[in-house]
């Protein structure tokens, strides 16, 4: 049996006016990330570290944002139709992320995240590490115009 590792990040900017999505769950915030989709960057990073693993590109490639299919997409369906891609050659065994923000603090919603993703990779929530970080007020995310997720996964070829 052989496992392939997988690294993903996504970066977007943080606007007035927008909700704020992040690991397919709604957060309290007056800001939002902007983008094409819901621009939950979490689930995009963890879509591209599935990608990556499998050999098969990248989120933009899959999905990209000069479709107009892909206006306003939930985050969720994105990450959705990655699983349906990997799926037949591999499974997920454990994700590991880490967001960078400054606010909101995501602790009270890390549980609800980490059940969304179990719920679509059907993996249990104690395969998916979740933290967050700050960048001690320095740069864009320090500032607050940002939101940056990295996420790292380990996949398990299919016999």
């Known amino acids: 049996m052989s496992y392939r590792i997988g690294f993903g990040v996504d970066f977007h900017r943080l606007a007035e006016g927008r909700e704020f999505w992040l690991g397919g769950v709604r957060l309290e915030h007056n800001k939002g990330a902007e983008g094409h989709s819901d621009a939950d960057v979490l689930l995009h990073a963890i879509c591209d570290a ?3 693993a499998a050999g098969l590109g990248d989120i933009g490639f899959h999905f990209p944002d000069s479709d107009p299919a892909y206006k306003d997409i939930a985050s969720s369906t994105l990450l959705q139709r990655t699983v349906r891609l990997i799926r ?5 065994v454990n994700i590991d992320c880490t967001v960078c923000l400054e606010a909101p603090r995501i602790r009270p919603y890390v549980g609800r995240m980490q059940e969304v993703i179990a719920d679509i990779l059907d993996m249990g929530i104690e395969d998916i590490s979740i933290k967050a970080t700050t960048t001690e ?3 864009a995310v320090g500032k607050e115009e940002g939101v940056i997720a990295y996420a790292t996964v380990l996949l398990r070829e299919k016999s």
């Open 50 to 52: 599935l990608l990556g």
């Open 88 to 92: 037949d050659r591999y499974e997920p």
């Open 137 to 139: 007020k320095m740069d």
